[in-house]
């Protein structure tokens, strides 16, 4: 079959592959599309918590043709996406429900094959059904989905509380509409690429500013005080090193993009001390695979304008490359 590899860090192959083999709990899955996330460019530049080589993808969605003899609960023909999340069932955290921190953590795409392929083999547990009213493209937002869903369930916040977003790529589109969802009253979101500060308002910013110079005045004319809510959808450690500035007293901070393993930013402790900050991440997701089928259903969130690149598999490296150069939302592809 073919399949996306990365061989070594800064190398991407697409290449045959074997088929996967079924385990007596698993599911083959023909993958349908597959969705490029920032994760994945990490993993490539080995920053990420993957090992070398491996098939990538984690986001994707397709049809089951074939089950583990020990399978009841699945058929062949059924559509599914997939949690990629593997935990033990055993360990401390998992016992807490807190299955994204297992001690013994596996993911699909990122410690073992992944979606970037034309057949994955996944844990059968972990195989979502997608209702017919969810497209393949929605499908394969339904793993995104479920992390920003996650953040909310970390982030709890009151109503009619307003929120500011640093980053308006994919994920940072998906948390926003969720942002608004859930209840804040104005959303100001922050974004160096004016195109995508246009579709963010389509989608209910109710401010947007453009990253520069004077995007710290516009801030503080917006908020005196600061923001009783501020969130990073960027990982770029220098935008996180400034986004504590517009924090009022007794704020939430949620650092919800990947920032590189061993990036650092400053902090001033006093500061957290003195302004009753809570600082919160939101790594992955947990259980919140079905309220994100159940928001893309209902239409509550709309991820049809996010998808801007559709891709065959043997393209993988065109829709890559634009991605980092970011001239481009999210890269599916079709395997």
């Known amino acids: 079959m073919r ?76 559509r599914v996406a997939v949690d990629p999340n593997i935990d033990c069932g055993r360990c401390a955290f998992c016992r807490r429900r807190q299955n994204n921190q297992c001690s013994n953590w596996q993911g699909v795409g990122i410690t073992r094959s992944g979606g970037f392929a034309e057949y994955v083999a996944a844990p059968a547990r972990l195989a979502y059904v997608v209702p017919d009213s969810i497209d393949d493209a929605q499908a394969a937002f339904i793993e995104p989905l479920s992390c920003a869903v996650h953040a909310m369930n970390r982030l709890s916040f009151d109503a009619g509380d307003d929120v500011l977003l640093f980053g308006t790529g994919p994920i940072g589109l998906v948390l926003m509409q969720l942002l608004k969802h859930r209840g804040a009253s104005r959303v100001v979101v922050v974004e160096k690429q004016a195109h995508r500060l246009e579709l963010a308002k389509k989608l209910g910013a109710t401010h947007t500013i453009l990253a520069g110079a004077d995007q710290a005045d516009m801030l503080r004319e917006l908020a005196p005080d600061g923001f009783p809510i501020v969130a990073d959808a960027t990982g770029v450690p220098a935008v996180i090193g400034k986004a504590l500035d517009h924090l009022r007293p007794y704020g939430k901070y949620l650092q919800f993009g990947v920032a590189p393993r061993g ?45 801007s690149h559709t891709l065959p598999l043997d393209r993988f490296q065109e829709g890559f490359d634009a991605f980092v150069r970011g001239e481009s939302l999210k890269v599916q592809y079709t395997p």
């Open 3 to 78: 399949a996306v590899t990365f061989p070594a860090p800064e190398q991407i192959v697409v290449a045959d592959v074997p088929e996967p083999v079924c385990g007596p709990d698993e599911v083959i899955v023909r993958v349908a599309r597959a969705g490029l996330c920032g994760t994945d460019v990490h993993i490539s530049r080995n920053e990420y918590l993957s090992k070398f080589p491996l098939v990538p993808g984690h986001e994707f969605c397709g049809e089951v043709v074939e089950v583990g003899r020990d399978v009841t609960y699945l058929k062949t023909g059924t």
């Open 263 to 307: 990036a650092t930013v400053p902090i001033e402790p006093f500061k957290l001390f003195k302004n009753d900050w809570t600082i919160l991440g939101s790594f992955a997701l947990c259980y919140t695979f079905d309220p994100a089928i159940a928001l893309l259903a209902s239409g509550a969130i709309d991820v049809k304008p996010l998808v």
